[in-house]
């Protein structure tokens, strides 16, 4: 069981970095045309903050035997940290503000949620509460690409709804899912 529960951790590492990996596509194209056009900048800005507080509960003195959710958290909060300020620096300016914001919000999140774990919390009650925070915002981060639905409606048109970003974040979610089954971990399978 222990190999079948890492074996589903690094498929769900394989799997996360082609989710972190896949919006490379839309980046190259907002470089090249020095515009974000109408794609939204909230689904990184929320797996920013998903990767940041996954990566937080994935270290051993939170919750041991998942630093496999650490590991590949760490690497994805440093991708969307470029996606994030790319994106807002080719934003039209209320967009950039709107963006700027919620990045503030992100990282303020992230920080009461560490210091409140490292500082108040011990043992079962501090992985509670990052377990809980990080399945919050995983919940947020897999239903974020939906708020480019508006889009895709009045368009008829998934032009701005990248495909590997759904299939990745399918696959992500499907793998990670099955980890926590095995690892008995709801915090990992119930997003």
């Given at each position: 069981m222990e190999i079948l529960h890492f074996v589903f951790g690094v498929l769900?590492?394989?799997a996360a970095l082609f989710l972190f990996l896949a919006p490379v596509i839309t980046f190259r194209r907002i470089l090249k045309s020095?515009?974000?056009?109408?794609?939204?900048?909230?689904?990184?800005?929320?797996?920013?903050?998903?990767?940041l507080l996954s990566a937080w509960y994935g270290l051993p003195f939170?919750?041991?035997h998942n630093l496999l959710v650490s590991t590949i958290?760490?690497?994805?909060?440093?991708?969307?940290?470029?996606?994030?300020?790319v994106y807002i620096v080719f934003a039209p300016k209320k967009m950039r503000k709107k963006m700027l914001?919620?990045?503030?919000?992100?990282?303020?999140?992230?920080?009461?949620?560490?210091?409140v774990s490292l500082f108040a919390l011990h043992g079962n009650g501090r992985k509670l509460f990052c377990g809980f925070a990080a399945t919050?915002?995983?919940?947020?981060?897999?239903?974020?690409?939906?708020?480019?639905?508006r889009v895709v409606i009045?368009?008829?048109s998934v032009e701005f709804m990248p495909f590997f970003l759904s299939l990745f974040t399918f696959l992500c979610g499907t793998f990670w899912f099955i980890y926590g089954l095995l690892g008995h971990d709801?915090?990992?399978?119930?997003?």
């Open positions: 769900g590492n394989a020095k515009s974000t056009e109408q794609f939204s900048g909230i689904p990184y800005i929320m797996t920013l903050l998903n990767c939170v919750s041991p958290n760490f690497t994805g909060a440093t991708i969307e940290s470029i996606y994030v300020l914001i919620l990045l503030s919000m992100v990282l303020t999140v992230f920080s009461t949620v560490a210091l919050i915002f995983s919940i947020c981060m897999y239903a974020s690409p939906l708020s480019i639905m009045t368009t008829k709801p915090f990992v399978a119930e997003p």
